[in-house]
């Protein structure tokens, strides 16, 4: 079982930064596929960034060099930094933790995105 807490969402000006943390409990977070997810009013939720146990990461077309996903194994912490923000970045966040068929979630975070 892990639980997943994030953190680190708010209100911030296009062309700003903010930096996610999802903190985790439980044992064997190392080996977990660690993901940032998001979902925007009336959307479907869609990934976001995702790194592996090994470190290989992958992002969405639109975030491409604009975030950057960490994950710090002995903190048992994944984080997003995020740069560069547009308003289309407005959504909850949420972190996932992945391994074979076991998926977790937190809760989300709100990142709102305006002048």
């Known amino acids: 079982q892990v639980q997943l807490v994030e953190s680190g969402g708010g209100l911030v000006q296009p062309g700003g930064s903010l930096r996610l943390s999802c903190a985790a409990s439980?044992?064997?977070?190392?080996?977990?596929?660690m993901g940032w997810y998001r979902q925007a009013p009336g959307k479907q939720r869609e990934l976001v960034a995702a790194i592996t146990s090994g470190g290989s990461t992958n992002y969405a077309d639109s975030v491409k060099g604009r975030f950057t996903i960490s994950r710090d194994n002995a903190k048992k912490t994944v984080y997003l930094q995020m740069n560069s923000l547009k308003s289309e970045d407005t959504a909850v966040y949420y972190c996932n933790a992945a391994w074979l068929t076991f998926a977790y979630w937190g809760q989300g975070t709100q990142v709102t995105v305006s002048s």
């Open positions: 439980g044992s064997m977070f190392s080996i977990y596929t």
